[in-house]
């Protein structure tokens, strides 16, 4: 079974940074290096949108809102996914969830964290 845990969220001011990250366990041996992994947020009204994900072969995507201000990297021999989150902006203001699954095409569809609040302050 699957278990993912957020870390790092927390209150900044517009323009500062955060950095969180995701400890991630139960996947099976043959797909130790077979998965894709992301993060998606959701503020209260708004729809969910994906914010980065990285494949198993390092092909990385951002959404557009966070292009060129949010970094994903991931440590596959520590099970560890991270996002390093520079100049944040109100609209950053989200709970934003760690998630895996085999596809980066079916990220959405995989397994959840239970998530991380960020607030950012104007």
């Known amino acids: 079974q699957a278990q993912l845990m957020e870390s790092g969220g927390g209150s900044v001011q517009s323009g500062g940074s955060l950095r969180l990250s995701c400890a991630h366990s139960g996947i099976a041996r043959l797909l130790v290096n077979n998965y894709c992994m992301g993060w998606f947020r959701q503020a209260p009204g708004k729809e969910r949108e994906l914010v980065a994900s990285?494949?198993?072969?390092?092909?990385?995507t951002y959404g557009d809102s966070v292009k060129g201000r949010f970094i994903i990297s991931q440590d596959k021999g520590k099970m560890k996914l991270d996002l390093q989150m520079n100049d944040l902006k109100p609209e950053d203001t989200a709970m934003y969830y760690c998630?895996?699954?085999?596809?980066?095409?079916?990220?959405?569809?995989?397994?959840w964290g239970r998530g991380t609040q960020v607030t950012v302050s104007s």
């Open positions: 990285i494949g198993d072969d390092g092909t990385i």
């Open positions: 998630v895996r699954a085999l596809s980066c095409t079916t990220l959405s569809y995989g397994y």
